[in-house]
T-cell receptor, first 115, second 113 residues
Framework: DAGVTQSPTHLIKTRGQQVTLRCSPK?????VSWYQQALGQGPQFIFQYYEEEERQRGNFPDRFSGHQFPNYSSELNVNALLLGDSALYLC??????????????FGSGTRLTVV | GENVEQHPSTLSVQEGDSAVIKCTYSDSASNYFPWYKQELGKGPQLIIDIRSNVGEKKDQRIAVTLNKTAKHFSLHITETQPEDSAVYFC????????????FGQGTILTVHP
């Protein structure tokens, strides 16, 4: 049973560029959440998608946007990249909107480096 | 918003010893407290969780305790093994932000053979 799949695994972008990260949830999961994990820090919630709509959002600027497709896969887009956007971006999928019901399954992440 | 503090930031133990990691939270509405283990190059993996209606939960060598009055919860690992070496994160979620986890800063656990 495939878990959460993220692509690409590593990415280097130049300041000011735009980037798209992709996530396929675990089989049977329909809810996708995205987190940003800076080096040496805990993950920070960006937003959550369910039924192709953004359901909850963390304290991130509008440069961060997302999308969920009918097959439940998701994309995270970041515009006008800043050096501070360099981080590990984690995708987590779940069976329901509430994380306390069944917990999250995390992918291995995409390491984004902005130069 | 919710704030989760985690201590210590690093913990070094000998194989067979116990390890304890502590977290405090700020939001009284928090009702779900998971613990994640993150190994190098991997995403966080859920190892145990506890809900606000339970004071303690055990799973083999791992246990978690929750003190709602004091707003703190702890992870206890007994009979540590070298493969327990990793970064451990506590987290919290509330019934008002049910889809979101707020994580602590992490604890780097090193178990020496």
């Amino acid at each position: 049973d495939a878990g959460v799949t993220q692509s690409p695994t590593h990415l280097i972008k130049t300041r000011g560029q735009q980037v798209t990260l992709r996530c396929s949830p675990k089989s049977g999961h329909d809810t996708v959440s995205w987190y940003q994990q800076a080096l040496g820090q805990g993950p920070q919630f960006i937003f959550q998608y369910y039924e192709e709509e953004e359901r909850q959002r963390g304290n991130f600027p509008d440069r961060f946007s997302g999308h969920q497709f009918p097959n439940y896969s998701s994309e995270l887009n970041v515009n006008a990249l800043l050096l501070g956007d360099s981080a590990l971006y984690l995708c987590a999928s779940s069976l329901t909107l509430s994380v306390s019901d069944y917990g999250y399954t995390f992918g291995s992440g995409t390491r984004l480096t902005v130069v | 918003g919710e704030n989760v503090e985690q201590h210590p930031s690093t913990l070094s133990v000998q194989e067979g010893d116990s390890a304890v990691i502590k977290c405090t939270y700020s939001d009284s509405a928090s009702n779900y407290f998971p613990w994640y283990k993150q190994e190098l190059g991997k995403g966080p993996q859920l190892i145990i969780d506890i809900r606000s209606n339970v004071g303690e939960k055990k799973d083999q060598r791992i246990a978690v305790t929750l003190n709602k009055t004091a707003k703190h919860f702890s992870l206890h690992i007994t009979e540590t093994q070298p493969e327990d070496s990793a970064v451990y994160f506590c987290a919290a979620s509330s019934y008002t932000s049910y889809g979101k986890l707020t994580f602590g800063q992490g604890t780097i656990l090193t178990v020496h053979p």
